[in-house]
């Protein structure tokens, strides 16, 4: 069986990028170099699954701050048909929960919260709830204009728009807050979204939250929702994420890609990418 392997690097690592990839001109049926402002891409298809020296070779790349990326089939020969990604430190370089803490004059508290969690101490949800039961009081305007200040990761508009080219419907999943990804949903054209619905009366956060936790388990359940309702092969499917939270949509998917992403999350995907740029995730479209 046939696979693809695509080299990523960033326009000062071009140099390693060349030798990392001059064993794979030999080996690869076709190739094809991209070139963007930001980043470079090199896609080799090789008429076989890769030998351990090529495995190898991606271990050393990394120490060269190049990404190698191994496609299976059957993506290595078929187009996704749905990427589902998560939002926060993925497609944004912040973190919602951060932005509402600071607004709500309660970093400190949020953080130590948050480092517990870490720990194992909490779960997800659990300390999702004792997060956001700092913010109550905290007036809706300012869930707002944290939104508002939300970074987003360069390249996640290219990367919505060359999935709708490729015919693939583009998802995101969010551990954060409908009131914060719903706007960033709707101005990077993603099909769907789902996100935590923080309760607000009176103009004001309560400090809790409506519903059910979007958790790692939920994460998958939609997954598989969007993959039904759009119809999708679930072999064709990717995930994209960054934490432990999204570990189990990214075991559900017929590839994960884990970005800019925690250890334990780079050595339970399929692939991983630490160029920071999400339009580098469309080259694993271009066919060689």
Known sequence: MATRIV???PPDRLDPLRRIAAPLWSQAGTARALNRDAWWALGFRLPRQPTQEIR???ARARTEGVDVVEIREPLASWLPGLLVSDVDSTITRTEAIDLLGEAAGKADEVAGITA?????EMDFAESLRARVACLEGLPAE???????????TEGARRLVQAAHRAGCRFTMVSGGFTRMVEPLARKLGADAFVANDLEILDGRCTGRVLGDIVDRRAKARYLRRWTESYGVDPRLTVAIGDGANDLDMMAEAGMSIAF?????VVEAADA???LPRMDA???LWARP
Not at 116 to 120: E, K, L, N, P, T
Not at 260 to 264: E, I, L, Q, Y
């Open 7 to 9: 080299l990523l690097a």
């Open 56 to 58: 190898e070779l991606a």
């Open 116 to 120: 517990r969690a870490m720990a194992g």
């Open 142 to 152: 300012a869930v707002d204009e944290a939104a508002r200040a939300t970074v987003i």
């Open 260 to 264: 800019c992403a925690k250890p334990v």
């Open 272 to 274: 991983a990418i630490s």
């Open 281 to 283: 995730l469309a080259a």
